[in-house]
Nanobody, 122 residues
Framework: QVQLVESGGGLVQGGGSLRLSCAAS????????IGWFRQAPGKERNLVAA????????YYADSVKGRFTISRESAKNTVYLQMNSLKPEDTAVYYC???????????????WGQGTQVTVSS
């Protein structure tokens, strides 16, 4: 059974940092992109960062560029999202997802985690 399990969310003050983890199991993802999406209440689910499992080549949305970093630890089958200088507008449920292509559309991703809540206070 393929699973993506996120962890690391929580409540943090503005300017603080969090590191999200996405642990993958059930298959190899060497030919997949792992994306981090976020969805705030009443808003669309948006891609904030993505990276190819093998080659890297990270993508960042403009809103997080310079503040968020995506990385992977192959030995643990885990992808991370380091989030620094957090702002209240970063508040959302964060999801990791795996897809064959680096695209922004959530519908193009094959596997999803359950999400983890990130809340940034002002």
């Amino acid at each position: 059974q393929v699973q993506l399990v996120e962890s690391g969310g929580g409540l943090v003050q503005g300017g603080g940092s969090l590191r999200l983890s996405c642990a993958a199991s059930g298959r190899t993802f060497n030919d997949y992109y792992i994306g981090w999406f976020r969805q705030a209440p009443g808003k669309e689910r948006n891609l904030v960062a993505a990276s190819h499992w093998d080659s890297g080549s990270p993508y960042y949305a403009d809103s997080v560029k310079g503040r968020f970093t995506i990385s992977r630890e192959s030995a643990k089958n885990t992808v991370y999202l380091q989030m620094n200088s957090l702002k209240p507008e970063d508040t959302a449920v964060y999801y990791c997802a795996a897809g064959r292509w680096l695209v922004r559309s959530p519908s193009e991703y094959d596997y999803w985690g359950q999400g983890t809540q990130v809340t940034v206070s002002s």
